[in-house]
C-alpha cells in the first residue's frame, strides 16, 4: 500500500563530492534538480515537483542525525560518517562512488609500535572507529586524540604516533612523508534510511532504491 502519494520524501545530501554524484545519479533515474547546480543561490532545499521529492544539502555528519529523526526519509553519506555517528538507520545501498579507506598512518617508524605494549597516541576525527578498531579488533589501548581536520598534522608535529583517516589517493600522506601503516575499513558513499519511512513509504523507497542500484 502506498501510505500518502502526495507526501514529499526528503533525500538529506551531505554536502560536497558525494553530493553531487548523487545529484548525477538522480538525474540519471528522471529525478534531476535543476536548482541545485547554481552555484550562486542560498537556497538549503530544492525541489523536484513531479516525483514529489525534496533534497537539501547538509554538513556530513548531521546526515544520519537527519535520518534518524525522520526530517530526511533518506540520506546519502560516507560508510566513514555512518559508522562514526552510530545513529538507527537502514544502511540499503552502497553507491559504489566515494571509494576511499579508513586507515592507520604515520611515519614508517611507527609501525613497530602498533603491535607493542607501548601507549600510543592515536589522532582522528573519527574517535569512535578508531577506539572500535584498537580496542575491539586489536586489543590494545590507545590514547585517542580528537580532531578536526588536517589530521597528518598530529605525527608530524609530535601530538600523536600515529592518525586513523581516510586514504583516497595516498597523495597527502606521500607529500608529509607519511605511510599507511594498517587498513580499518574500506569506504564508499551509501544510501541510509529511516525505519518508519522504510515501514510507512515502503513501495516509494523500495522503487526508488531499485532505480538507483539499476542506474550504477
Ligand atoms: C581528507 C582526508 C585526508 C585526505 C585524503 O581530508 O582527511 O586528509 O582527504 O585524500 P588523499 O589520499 O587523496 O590525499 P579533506 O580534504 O576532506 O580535509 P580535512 O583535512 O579537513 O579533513
Not at 148 to 156: M, V, Y
Amino acid at each position: 500500500m502506498n501510505h500518502n502519494e502526495n507526501r514529499y520524501l526528503t533525500v538529506a545530501l551531505g554536502k560536497g563530492r558525494l553530493a553531487k554524484s548523487a545529484m548525477e545519479l538522480f538525474t540519471k533515474i528522471g529525478i534531476p534538480c535543476e536548482e541545485m547546480n547554481d552555484k550562486t543561490t542560498r537556497k538549503l532545499i530544492f525541489v523536484n515537483e513531479d516525483a514529489r521529492i525534496r533534497f537539501f544539502l547538509a554538513k556530513g555528519p548531521d546526515v544520519p542525525t537527519y535520518v534518524e529523526y525522520g526530517a530526511a526519509d533518506i540520506g546519502i553519506v560516507g560508510e566513514d560518517t555512518i559508522l562514526e555517528e552510530n545513529r538507527n538507520i537502514y544502511e540499503v545501498l552502497d553507491l559504489g562512488f566515494g571509494k576511499c579507506r579508513m586507515c592507520v598512518c604515520g611515519p614508517e617508524s611507527a609501525r613497530e609500535k602498533l603491535d607493542s605494549q607501548e601507549l600510543i597516541r592515536v589522532a582522528t576525527k573519527y574517535p569512535r572507529i578508531a577506539k572500535d578498531y584498537f580496542y575491539e579488533k586489536k586489543n590494545k589501548t590507545v590514547e585517542i586524540i580528537k580532531l578536526n581536520g588536517s589530521i597528518e598534522l598530529a605525527p608530524i608535529v609530535g601530538l600523536s604516533e600515529v592518525i586513523v583517516d581516510i586514504v583516497e589517493t595516498g597523495s597527502t600522506l606521500k607529500e608529509n612523508g607519511l605511510a599507511v601503516l594498517e587498513e580499518v575499513v574500506p569506504l564508499s558513499a551509501r544510501v541510509v534510511v529511516n525505519p518508519v519511512s522504510m515501514r510507512m513509504e515502503n513501495m516509494r523507497i523500495n522503487d526508488l532504491i531499485r532505480d538507483l542500484k539499476n542506474a550504477l
